[in-house]
C-alpha cells in the first residue's frame, strides 16, 4: 500500500496564481521529500525536508511538515506554465533510500 | 551531478515473451541503485535496489528479476511478460554508494514505457 496520499489529485489554476498541494504519510518518517515529474519523463528532486524539521523553502516552493499530523504541504508560489507537471511526495522511513510514493497531484499551468 | 542512461525510451512487447532494460550510471563508483515502476496515474512502486555488484534487494514478488553485473550496470529481465507488467520503469541512483546514504534524494533515469500486448 502506498505510504503517501496526495491530495487534490489534480489542478488546475492560471499564471500567477499560487499551487498548494497535501500529502498525508501513515509511518513515522525520517524525511519527506517532493518530486515533480514532466509528462513522460524522470522525476527530478525539488526538496527535502527532514522530521525535525517545520518548514523550509527553495525558490518559489514552500513546504511544510507537521509530524503530529503526520501531513506535509508543498506551495508553488506565482506559478509559470512551465511548472505544469505532476508533483509526488515520497517518504524515507530507513533512510536506505527506499522511498514510498504517493500517487501524485497533477498540476496545470494555463498562460 | 549524477548522470543516469536508460534504454529503450519505449518498448511494446507481447505477452509471453522476455524482456531486458538497462540502466547505466556515471560518476560514483559502488552507487546504491533502484529499479522502480509506475503504473499508469499512480506513484511509483519500489522494484528492487542494489548497493553493489551481485547484491539485489526484491521489494515485491514479481515476474520481474533484477541483475547488477557490472558496478554501474543495472538490469531489469523478465523471462515471459505478462499484461500486468505494462508501465513506465524508472532506474534511479541514491546519493552515497555501498549501502551507505551520504544524501537521501534520488536522480531518476528518464524511464522506459513498456507496453505489454
Known amino acids: 500500500s502506498q505510504q503517501g496520499e496526495e491530495d487534490p489529485q489534480a489542478l488546475s489554476i492560471q499564471e500567477g496564481e499560487n499551487a498548494t498541494m497535501n500529502c498525508s504519510y501513515k509511518t513515522s518518517i525520517n524525511n519527506l521529500q517532493w518530486y515533480r515529474q514532466n509528462s513522460g519523463r524522470g522525476l527530478v528532486h525539488l526538496i527535502l525536508i527532514r522530521s525535525n524539521e517545520r518548514e523550509k523553502h527553495s525558490g518559489r516552493l514552500r513546504v511544510t511538515l507537521d509530524t503530529s499530523k503526520k501531513s506535509s504541504s508543498l506551495l508553488i508560489t506565482a506559478s509559470r506554465a512551465a511548472d505544469t507537471a505532476s508533483y509526488f511526495c515520497?517518504?524515507?522511513?530507513?533512510?536506505?533510500?527506499?522511498?514510498?510514493f504517493g500517487a501524485g497531484t497533477q498540476v496545470v499551468v494555463t498562460p | 551531478s549524477q548522470t543516469i542512461h536508460q534504454w529503450p525510451a519505449t518498448l511494446v512487447q507481447p505477452v509471453g515473451s522476455p524482456l531486458s532494460l538497462e540502466c547505466t550510471v556515471e560518476?560514483?563508483?559502488?552507487?546504491?541503485l533502484y529499479w522502480y515502476r509506475q503504473a499508469a496515474g499512480r506513484g511509483l512502486q519500489l522494484l528492487f535496489y542494489s548497493v553493489g555488484i551481485g547484491q539485489i534487494s526484491s521489494e515485491v514478488p514479481q515476474n520481474l528479476s533484477a541483475s547488477r553485473p557490472q558496478d554501474r550496470q543495472f538490469i531489469l529481465s523478465s523471462k515471459k511478460l505478462l499484461l500486468s507488467d505494462s508501465g513506465f520503469y524508472l532506474c534511479?541512483?541514491?546519493?552515497?554508494?555501498?549501502?551507505?546514504?551520504?544524501?537521501?534524494?534520488?536522480?531518476f533515469g528518464s524511464g522506459t514505457q513498456l507496453s505489454v500486448l
Open positions: 515520497a517518504t524515507d522511513v530507513n533512510s536506505w533510500g527506499k522511498l514510498q
Open positions: 534511479a541512483q541514491g546519493g552515497g554508494s555501498g549501502g551507505v546514504f551520504t544524501d537521501e534524494k534520488l536522480f
Open positions: 560518476g560514483t563508483s559502488n552507487p546504491n
